[in-house]
């Protein structure tokens, strides 16, 4: 499975961004999929997890009731809607696959994820 990332780029505080993660290489409906971002110096940090079906979602106490993940399994891809950003909001933003044979349950470590896009940088001006 390869992971693309786009969409990031500079958002003043306060604005909006989508993100959007799209998979080649086989579907990627059976696999749980997440969003993680990353800030030099820091570890890689969840951001918001998507079940299969798109119908359970999980997200950090810092961007819950601000972004909304989704996922379009018919387009094998993944979106992170991101609203009210804010200067701490700007990361490095990966988006990241289980595999398909593990559980249903949503990780929020990444050493649980099989696959990795390559990241998109998020800028945010104040």
Do not use: H
Request: charged share 15%.
């Amino acid at each position: 499975v390869q992971l693309q990332a786009s969409g990031g780029g500079l958002v003043q505080a306060g604005g909006s961004l989508t993100l959007s993660c799209a998979a080649s290489g086989r579907s990627v409906s059976r696999n749980i999929m997440s969003w993680f971002r990353q800030t030099p110096g820091q570890e890689r940090e969840f951001v918001a997890g998507v079940s299969r079906g798109g119908g359970s979602t999980i997200y950090a106490d810092t961007v819950k009731g601000r972004f909304t993940i989704s996922r379009d399994n018919a387009k094998n891809t993944v979106y992170l809607q991101m609203n009210s950003v804010k200067l701490e909001d700007m990361a490095v933003y990966y988006c990241a696959a289980r595999a398909a044979i593990m559980t249903a349950t949503i990780a929020t470590a990444p050493k649980d994820y099989a696959y990795w896009g390559q990241g998109t940088q998020v800028t945010v001006s104040s």
